[in-house]
Each structure stands twice: as C-alpha cells, then as structure tokens.
Antibody, heavy 120, light 107 residues
C-alpha cells in the first residue's frame, strides 16, 4: 500500500521558518517525481512545488519562489519543504503527493496533510 | 501561466441524477487534464487523468472527456458519496494549476 506521511507543521510567526517532511512507503520512491500542494482554510488546491525523481528539475509556484526550497534524499526516502520568510497567506494544509504522467504533474497518491499556521 | 476555470462553482442535484462539470483552460493543453475528488477533511483523490482515463478503482459512473481547452467531468446515477468537491488540473506545464473547484450538493 502506498503511503505518504507529512510532518513538521505547526504555528509559526510571520517572517519565521518551518521545515516540512514527507515520508513515503509502499513504492519505489526514487522512480517518481514528488510534489507539494497546499490548501488554505476553506479554499481550493494550490500547487506549490515539484521535484523530479533525480532532483534535476525543480519548479515552484510564483507565490513561494525565493522563499521555499524543495529537496529529496532518495537514499533515505525523504522529501522536504523548507519554508522561509513565512507570510499570513502561507497558512494552509500542506500535502505531499506522488507525481505520475508525462511530466509528473498528475498526483495519484496524497498524504493526509500537515497544517501550517502563520500567525503572530 | 495557464488558467483553469471550472463551472459551475456549485451544483445542486438529486441522487440518481446525471451531472456535468466543465473545465476550461486559458490555452490548449491537449489532453493534459486531470480530475480530483475531495471529501471534507480528506486529501484529494485522483479520479481521471489524460482527460478521459479513469484511475484504478474509480466507479464507472464517472467519465471525462475533452481536449484542447474544453473538458467535462460527467457523473451518472449520483450516489450519496458523490456530493463533495471536484477539481480539474492541467499538467501540460508548471505551474500545474487547478480549477477553483465545483461543490456538488444534494438538492
């Protein structure tokens, strides 16, 4: 069974930092692109960032570019999202998702999400 | 960036009805279009990829169609568990934008 488990969420002050992690299991992690998607309270889905299977290709949404950094360690089967200079509008549930399809941008498996609340 | 526009934003229907949700892309995405279903408090579920291909385990009452800029998700014989939120998403190019969602409500 494919599982993705996010951790690291919590409350942080504006301007602060937090590091999210995603622990995969049940599939050959190194073969798949991985992604972060967020959902603000009561709002829709927003793609945040993608990383290719070998970390060669990395993409960010404009809203987080320069502040967030996605990374992965295939040897340790881990995915991280370093979030710096956080703003109120970064408050959201953050999901990690496995990428499939031609460009890896379709998300066939999702974690349960971890909530990040940015508030003073 | 490619913008995705879903319509309607909400839709009322009865159990057993057939409904269609529309998704329009701001430019051609050929068939790089996916659909997701999200139940309250849960992560989204991958329903359809490549505009018309059902993910394993998705009931046959769900179907997708379209190409270019116009796409539809059709749900036939609505069941109680279908009254949730649906999102389209384009995967032609990053940013992999989602539609704003369509909430399906029981009439």
């Amino acid at each position: 069974e494919i599982q993705l488990v996010e951790s690291g969420g919590g409350q942080v002050k504006p301007g602060g930092s937090v590091r999210l992690s995603c622990t995969p299991s049940g599939f050959t992690y190194k073969s798949y692109p991985m992604n972060w998607v967020r959902q603000a309270p009561g709002k829709g889905l927003e793609w945040v960032s993608s990383i290719s299977s070998n970390s060669q290709y990395i993409f960010y949404a404009d809203s987080v570019k320069g502040r967030f950094t996605i990374s992965r360690d295939n040897a340790r089967s881990s995915l991280d999202l370093q979030m710096n200079n956080l703003r109120d509008d970064d408050t959201a549930i953050y999901y990690c998702a496995r990428g499939v399809g031609a460009y890896g941008g379709a998300f066939d498996s999702w974690g349960q999400g971890t909530l990040v609340t940015v508030s003073s | 960036d490619i913008q995705m526009t879903q319509s309607p934003s909400s839709l009322s229907a009865s159990i057993g009805d057939r409904v269609t949700i529309t998704c329009r892309a701001s430019q051609s995405i050929t068939t790089y279009l996916n659909w997701y279903q999200q139940k309250p408090g849960k992560a989204p579920k991958f329903l359809i990829y490549g505009a018309s291909n059902k993910q394993s385990g998705v009931p046959p009452r769900f179907s997708g169609s379209g190409s270019g800029t116009d796409f539809t998700l059709t749900i036939s014989d609505l069941q109680p568990e279908d009254f949730v939120i649906y999102y389209c998403q384009q995967t032609l190019t990053a940013p992999y934008t989602f539609g704003q969602g369509t909430k399906l409500e029981i009439k």
